[in-house]
């Protein structure tokens, strides 16, 4: 049999391979039109008995590799007889100076698959779904997808039951190679479906509207997706959003919601390429409202039932996560979901590779991970014990609580600035040069006005970067923002702000005050 390197086949993505000797192998994982790469999934074939190397190249447009934990935890995985298995540890040896990560297995077969996780199609979600009861999921297609793929809502529960009252929402694959998500979901939908009183009592009053792969082309494709054009699909949370998909399930949704009461949503994510598993905090949520004490109760449950079963931990978290989305924050999926019902909508990150403490992690652990959200969900929220919303502060970060201020609220955390909240101006005062904030104006919708007033006071030359983007009474974006640069010297700035629009300011990186 001839050597080859193949992404030819649905899921697969590799690009740039170069081979140094047959069995000394570079490659790249493909960007895709995306400015990040992560995910590779290729096939290996020609080289059975032989030992391969395989090493990642330009790996700088890999997405978190100095995050968190780094690159060095990654543990790809490849095939063996057709079954998936994790690469000897010892086989792994990751440079960061040289942005090389190398790898090395025996070829068994006359193909080897190899991918950076274990893969997870939607043909694998719906085989799971088949061996399900019957008459406790549907499978409804909504429309299609912009390649034109049949796009998949299901159904768990009983929906015809008059007695069934509420809907939660579970998605994963909203970035499409995080794959570690669609395990999870399996082991939550596994957990509503056995014979169990928790189950039944789950779904005596409960609809579960599941989306089991947000972004389908992107994951069918084999695509990372993460910001990949024209819109990162959890950025795409608008009213008028770019992809098809995102308006299918929102308007899916809002039919269900007149049937249905929405009550919670989670949605699955992967972290970091070496980042543990975690909640990323909700920054919009108002610090002490209902809602944040019903997102930080079930957090607090989950994470108590995750002890000795799957390494779970709210400390775990970087940091970093309060900084992502940007000025697109009111554009995420659990923003929305927010926004348009007003319910907790969560976003759980669960580890590709590692636990916290270094153990390698596989489908079954991600499905007891799945297995023990359900759980928590229903005794938290779903059943007629369910728990109060009294939330343990002690147990909840500081860090995780921004300043509260009177106009703004923050996007991105600040560093090197202090900054505020004055009686008539926000007050930025620098503290080195190299500095930065994101800010964005709390004021929504403002029909009865015409016009509102936000005031910048400084004690330097800053350049500050204004966003305008038209929003609903909700908050929510119509479009995409329109961007202006200010020049601010020393002292008050007052700019008129528009109804109906969100007003955002940037103390840019690198810009001296």
Not at 43 to 59: D, E, W
Not at 183 to 203: M, R
Not at 385 to 398: K, M, Q, Y
Request: glycine share 8%; charged share 25%; hydrophobic share 40%.
């Amino acid at each position: 049999m001839a050597i080859r390197v193949s992404g030819n086949f649905p899921g697969g993505g590799v690009a740039n391979v170069r081979f140094i000797s047959d069995n000394d192998i570079e490659f790249e994982a493909p960007l895709d039109e995306s400015p990040w790469s992560l995910w590779f999934y290729f096939c290996v074939s020609g080289l059975k008995g032989q030992r391969i190397t395989l090493t990642q190249v330009n790996m700088a447009p890999v997405l978190g590799r100095r995050e968190s934990r780094g690159y060095g935890p990654v543990c790809p995985v490849y095939t063996v007889g057709g079954q998936w298995r994790r690469v000897n540890e010892a086989d792994i040896g990751y440079d960061e100076d040289a942005a090389r990560f190398a790898f090395s297995l025996l070829a068994e077969d006359d193909e080897v698959y190899v991918a950076f996780c274990f893969p997870y199609l939607l043909e694998d979600f719906e085989h799971f779904m088949t061996a399900q009861p019957t008459a406790l999921w549907q499978r409804r297609t909504l429309g299609h997808t912009a390649e034109g793929r049949a796009y998949p809502l299901y159904l768990i529960g009983r929906p015809d039951d008059p007695a069934v009252e509420r809907m939660v929402v579970l998605s994963a694959r909203t970035h499409a190679g995080e794959s570690s998500g669609s395990f999870v979901l399996e082991g939550a939908i596994q957990a509503l479906l056995e014979d169990s009183e928790l189950a039944q009592e789950a779904l005596a009053q409960t609809v579960f509207a599941v989306v089991p792969v947000v972004d389908l082309d992107s994951v069918q494709e084999g695509r990372y997706g993460k910001d990949r054009y024209p819109q990162d699909f959890n950025r795409d949370w608008r009213v008028q959003p770019c992809h098809p998909e995102i308006a299918l399930v929102q308007q899916a949704l809002e039919t269900l919601a007149q049937r249905y009461r929405p009550v919670f949503a989670l949605d699955l994510h992967a972290p970091q390429p070496g980042g543990a598993s975690y909640f990323p905090p909700n920054r919009e949520t108002e610090t002490g409202s209902e809602i944040w004490h019903r997102e930080w109760n079930f957090v607090q449950a989950y994470e108590d039932a995750c002890r000795g079963r799957f390494s779970f931990h709210l400390d775990d978290v970087d940091r970093q996560v309060l900084n992502w989305g940007g000025l697109e924050s009111p554009a995420l999926m659990r923003q929305d979901l927010f926004a348009r019902f007003g319910i907790p909508a969560l976003t759980m990150e669960y580890s590709y590779h590692r636990t916290a403490e270094g153990t390698l992690l596989y489908p079954d652990d991600w499905r007891l991970a799945g297995r023990i959200l359900m759980e928590t969900l229903t005794k938290t929220c779903l059943t007629r014990d369910a728990l109060g919303h009294d939330t343990d502060v002690s147990r909840v970060p500081s860090w995780t609580i921004p300043p509260q201020w009177r106009d703004w609220r923050i996007v991105r955390m600040p560093d090197g600035l202090v900054i505020t909240d004055q009686e008539d101006a926000l007050h930025i005062a620098p503290q080195q040069a190299d500095n930065g904030a994101l800010l964005v104006a709390r004021r929504g919708f403002a029909a009865d006005r015409a016009q509102d007033v936000l005031a910048v006071e400084t004690e330097k030359s800053v350049t500050l970067e204004l966003c305008c983007a038209d929003s609903d009474e909700q908050g929510r974006f119509i479009g995409k923002g329109k961007r202006e640069f200010l020049p601010l010297q020393p002292g008050k700035t007052v700019w008129p702000y528009e109804p109906g629009q969100i007003a955002a300011a940037l103390c840019q990186d690198n810009v001296r005050m």
